[in-house]
């Protein structure tokens, strides 16, 4: 048997513990090469002209040649005013890349002796980088298309008396605050030396929150996201029934088989979800609507790196972060300036 990627030696080439141990100056290089790029060379965030500005080291900022603004290498970005020392956040990052699950804020704060708000602030900060740049790249998938979607927050708490309780089932007693997480996954496919097609993993994740997998929704997404005459395996709920006018749709019914006789599987979604509840179960425990869709997000990304090396994934994060603006929904977050409003699709 092959080995497992993650087992191998090239998917592990990031060391928590070396970025534990570098200076602070260290961390401002590393921050700026992921920012800018290597060389000497930065861009002024002010005048935006690219140069070799002047570096005052001991106010770890650069200084322009044009228009004499000082920057620091987080100004800008996601990551400005911040208080914990660049290390630390560079350290966090790791631990979170390295987390295939995702990680709780509580770990954070243990793992860098932080307090909770300050740990919840900083993974929310990379979700919303990760959120960013999802939403810059207009996804169109196509070929063989895995479309399904899952629950969360289904049901109530039972109450503690028998005679109290009610019929969970009936729509009247619904969880107001229950959620849909739909996922759409195109495929790998790579052909044999006999010329088979041979379908070998996902490869585009997008996920989306609405609150109900209706077909309204369903077809909206499809509209937007799938190339029209690509092949789409599903489940057998009827909200997908439309998507069979201007797609090849097949089905597998998930009461009778989880593969049909012909092939037919969901399994691209399924793999989707069983992280996603892994996260919400195993580490996460609460997830609150408001930031539903950034954890789909975050789960959606952990699925599409999932073939790429450690230190790869912390370079994509950290540029990310770095390359994404101050974000009004974590400015003074414990301060009361809160996002109010979930990211619905539909
Ligand atoms: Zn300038």
């Keep these: 048997m092959p080995q497992h990627f993650l087992l191998s030696a090239e998917a592990r080439n990031l060391s928590p513990i070396a970025i534990a141990r570098m200076s602070e100056y260290e961390a401002v290089m590393t921050m700026k090469k992921l920012r800018w790029g290597e060389g000497k060379d930065v861009i002024c965030p002010r005048c935006g002209k690219k140069h070799e500005a002047y570096y005052i080291k001991s106010r770890k900022q650069?200084?322009?040649?044009?228009?004499?603004?000082?920057?620091s290498v987080t100004a800008g970005t996601l990551f400005a005013h911040h208080k914990l020392p660049l290390r630390d956040i560079l350290f966090a990052c790791s631990l979170y890349v390295?987390?295939?699950?995702?990680?709780?804020?509580?770990?954070?704060?243990?793992?860098?002796?932080?307090?909770?708000?300050?740990?919840?602030?900083?993974?929310?900060?990379?979700?919303?980088?990760?959120?960013?740049?999802?939403?810059?790249?207009?996804?169109?998938?196509?070929?063989?298309?895995?479309?399904?979607?899952?629950?969360?927050?289904?049901?109530q708490k039972p109450k503690n008396k028998k005679s109290e309780r009610v019929d969970r089932r009936l729509k009247q007693h619904e969880n107001p605050l229950k959620r849909a997480i739909l996922v759409i996954r195109d495929s790998f496919a790579k052909q044999d030396d006999e010329q088979n097609t041979k379908q070998i993993g996902a490869r585009n994740t997008i996920a989306f929150i609405a609150k109900s997998e209706n077909s309204k929704v369903v077809n909206q997404l499809a509209n937007k996201h799938i190339t029209k005459g690509s092949t789409i395996h599903t489940d057998e709920s009827p909200a997908y029934d439309n998507l069979i006018y201007f797609h090849d749709l097949k089905r597998v019914n998930h009461q009778k088989e989880y593969r049909s006789d012909a092939g037919v599987t969901n399994n691209l979604a399924e793999s989707y979800f069983s992280r996603f509840k892994r996260m919400y179960y195993g580490q996460v425990h609460k997830m609150n609507n408001t930031y539903l869709y950034e954890y789909a997000n975050e789960i959606a990304y952990r699925e599409d790196t999932r073939r790429l090396s450690n230190g790869v994934i912390f370079n994509d994060v950290v540029s990310k972060c770095l390359t994404?603006?101050?974000?009004?929904?974590?400015?003074?977050?414990?301060?009361?300036?809160?996002?109010?409003?979930?990211?619905?699709?539909?």
């Excluded at 650069?62 to 000082?70: F, L, P, T, V």
């Design 62 to 71: 650069w200084q322009c040649k044009e228009c004499n603004y000082r920057f």
């Design 324 to 346: 994404s603006l101050p974000s009004d929904d974590w400015r003074g977050y414990w301060q009361g300036n809160k996002k109010r409003v979930e990211t619905l699709a539909a």
């Design 98 to 155: 390295n987390a295939a699950k995702g990680i709780s804020a509580l770990q954070i704060a243990r793992d860098l002796n932080v307090q909770y708000k300050t740990a919840f602030v900083l993974l929310h900060k990379i979700k919303e980088a990760l959120k960013v740049h999802k939403q810059r790249e207009t996804m169109q998938l196509s070929g063989v298309v895995h479309m399904d979607a899952t629950y969360v927050h289904s049901s």
